[in-house]
Each structure stands twice: as C-alpha cells, then as structure tokens.
C-alpha cells in the first residue's frame, strides 16, 4: 500500500501518519498546502508535495492526481473537512486512475457536512438529540431564546461564527450574509464530548471510544481531556454513523448542557485528537484502513479512565 496523507499541517497528521507506517508494506506520502520546511510531519513522510489550497478545487484536483499518478499512490486519506468535500465530489477521477479515497460514502459527507441537514436527520429521533437549527434566512422566529449563534451551513474549526444577542443584530445579520449559506442555533454553554467512531462499510461491526475535552481551544481542538469508558455517548455515536451510513473513522462531538446531551457535530475525518484514542488502547488509523482494503476491524474494549494532554515539540529544518 502506497498512502497519500493530505493537509499534513493537521493536528491529527503525526497519530495519522504512524498509525499508517505501522502497517507492513506501506509507504506515507505527504502533501500540504504550505512548504516542507513550515510542515513539522513532512519529516516523518517518505516524499512531501506542496499543493494549492483545496478552495481552489480544479488545480487542487489537478495537481493530486499528479501526485497519484507520479508516487502511484493506492489510497488517499484527507484530514481537513474542505478536503473531503472536494474528494467526494470528484471520486470517479480518482477511480479511474485506482486510488482508493479513504473516506465516507458521499450521501452520508453530504449529511454530515450539512449542519441543518444533521439537524433534520435526527431532529425525530428518540435519543438522538440534534441541537436545534434553522436557517439564519427563514423569517420566522427560530423559537429559541437570546443569544443565539450564526454560522456557515457547512463550517468548520468554529470559523466565522456570529454572536447574535437580540433581534436588532439578528436583522443585521440576516442582511448582511443574505447571500451566504448559515444558520443559527442557541447559543449554549456545556461540557463536551468527542467520540471516535470506526465503522466498517457493511455496519457488522462498529467501535467509538469517548472522550470529555477538559481544555479545549478556540477552533475546537482538545488539549487536555478524560477518557469516558462505556459512556452513553457511546452508543449514541455508533447509531448515528448506523443511520448515516459512515465508513471508516469520523468523529462525532455531543454538547451535554445541564445533564441533557445533544449532537453538536459530525466531522467525517479523523477527529484533531484521534491520537488520544490511540493512547487509551485502539488504533482508529489501522482499523481505518481495514475498513477500505475488506479486513475486519478489531473490537475495542473500554478505555482507561485516565486524562491525557497533548503538547508541543519544536523542530529545526535544515536546507
């Protein structure tokens, strides 16, 4: 196997990166859109390639498939949501040349990607609870309270949300991003819990591993979090990737607001923190892989109850 790992910038991108080159016979190559020398995970990587943003899709597909053709790479793994977007949307391209794109089935990126369309998905169901979202456009009032918060249908990493604090700025809002995809949703404050999800393509078998962010950043990434073994979150993540049929590793993140837990998000990629699932016992990146090559994956068992933090390490690039 000869893998392409996109977006190596990525907080994810070193637990991805080693969890790929732990499979024997296989290669790592790495692609970001900034150089080799700003990029610390291009010193783990057998070949790095320097590719244009993903918002521009035709030369960011263009080059890829060089990439592909040149390095004859068998299966493409994206990190970045925007990047999963523009892989799903091109898959017979790379079908065609006989890359592999290690992602979700498109109906269910479409979904996942769709915050009001996550909403509407689940907005019936018994357990499953959808935090409550309407379009910023639709004129009626949303039949939640002030605050609220705005932002992009189909965002990510909390870029450009609005903090909308009465019906005045609402109207303002709703003026200003008149031609742009948002919605609004009450603007809520709680614990959160982030579950690493594994399904295979054929749902026989389903692992999630949950874990509570202690410390988080302001673009969503956890810094310090506690393990939950058998937390109900659990159960709930794998029937939401059962109902929109993932394959592969996603993430799911559940906002429990005075003991009452709802479906923040679901990110079809490796979650910024998959590698603390990896430390508390299961390889998300291995069983990842079996989900696209027809192997089984493992079952998982509880997690430890511990507490993990990531740091930082500093590292010098030579000419």
Not at 105 to 119: C, E, F, G, M
Not at 131 to 156: A, N
Not at 241 to 255: H, K, Q, R, S, T
Request: hydrophobic share 40%.
């Amino acid at each position: 196997m000869r893998c392409l790992v996109t977006a190596i910038g990525s907080m994810s991108a070193e637990a991805v990166i080693r969890g790929i080159m732990r499979q024997p016979g296989t290669e790592v190559v790495g692609c970001n859109m900034y150089p080799k020398e700003w990029t610390a995970a291009s010193r783990l990587v057998k070949h790095f390639h320097l590719l244009p943003s993903s918002q521009d899709e035709e030369s960011y597909v263009a080059r890829l498939l060089e990439v592909c053709k040149n390095e004859q790479i068998s299966h493409i793994i994206p990190l970045t949501d925007p990047e999963v977007d523009v892989l799903s949307a091109n898959r017979q391209r790379f079908n065609e040349i006989g890359v592999t794109l290690c992602i979700s089935p498109q109906p269910a990126i479409q979904v996942a990607r769709d915050k009001l369309a996550v909403y509407q998905r689940f907005a019936n169901h018994p357990c499953i609870h959808p935090i409550p979202t309407v379009d910023l456009q639709d004129k009626r009032h949303p039949g939640f309270s002030y605050p609220m918060l705005s932002k992009p249908r189909r965002g990510r990493s909390s870029e450009k949300h609005v903090l909308i604090p009465d019906a005045v700025t609402l109207h303002f809002w709703r003026t200003q991003l008149a031609k742009q995809d948002y919605i609004v949703q009450p603007h809520l404050a709680g614990n959160v819990f982030v579950v690493d999800v594994v399904r295979q393509p054929d749902g026989r078998r389903s692992v999630a591993m949950t874990r509570q962010e202690l410390v988080r950043t302001a673009n969503g990434a956890g810094m310090t979090v506690h393990m939950q073994p058998e937390h109900t979150c659990d159960v709930l993540a794998l029937e939401a990737a059962e109902i929109l049929d993932v394959c592969g590793c996603v993430n799911m993140e559940f906002l429990v607001v005075e003991g009452f837990l709802m479906l923040m998000d679901v990110n079809p990629r490796f979650s910024a923190g998959v590698a603390f699932s990896v430390m508390a016992g299961y390889d998300m990146v291995s069983n990842h892989l079996r989900c696209f090559d027809g192997s089984q994956i493992a079952p998982c068992s509880p997690p430890p109850s511990n507490i993990y933090a990531r740091g930082f390490i500093e590292y010098s690039f030579r000419d």
